[in-house]
């Protein structure tokens, strides 16, 4: 089955979070499906990891971060907002040297920085155009257990909009 690259990650996906229900073919057909689109794309994923130069920037950011930002009673640094959204919490007078600090950090590495951007540009462009053939076990209809269509049908329309070519309906 032919689908493009971005398509695939959507699918591996939904089948990693579908695979919890019960019922053991439905069990054994995501995680069958999953293993085979997941060997695939962690090769094209290696297509985006940054180069040494680029994640030794990184810990230098880090670093000048973690050097102007605030700090708790502990010392550690004093993080605002939750899960993907925390970041450092600045006062305004280190918010000041943090800038210039970044700002002298990211001059020094420009060339790595557009480096690094031009790579996840191609990777992107790469994902939403070329396609790739996995061959996939087709699921019957059947054996989709009950409690998934019933404890989350937004869950479950999404699963079926993406999935929808992987299931033999009879």
Known sequence: MEKKIIEWFRIESELSNA??????????????????????????????TPGESY???????EEIKVKFCEKTTTGEPDLEGSGENRRYKFSEENKKDFDKEI??????NESIIAEYSDMINKYLEYITTDSFDIDIKLLNSKNIPE???QEHPDKSLSFLNVCLDLVNIE
């Open 19 to 48: 695979k919890t229900y019960p019922g053991w073919p439905f069990q054994v057909w995501c995680t069958i499906n999953e293993k085979k689109i997941k060997d695939i794309l962690d090769e094209v994923r290696k297509k985006s």
């Open 55 to 61: 994640s030794e920037f990184l810990k230098k950011a």
């Open 103 to 108: 700002t002298k950090l990211n001059k020094e």
């Open 147 to 149: 409690e998934y269509f």
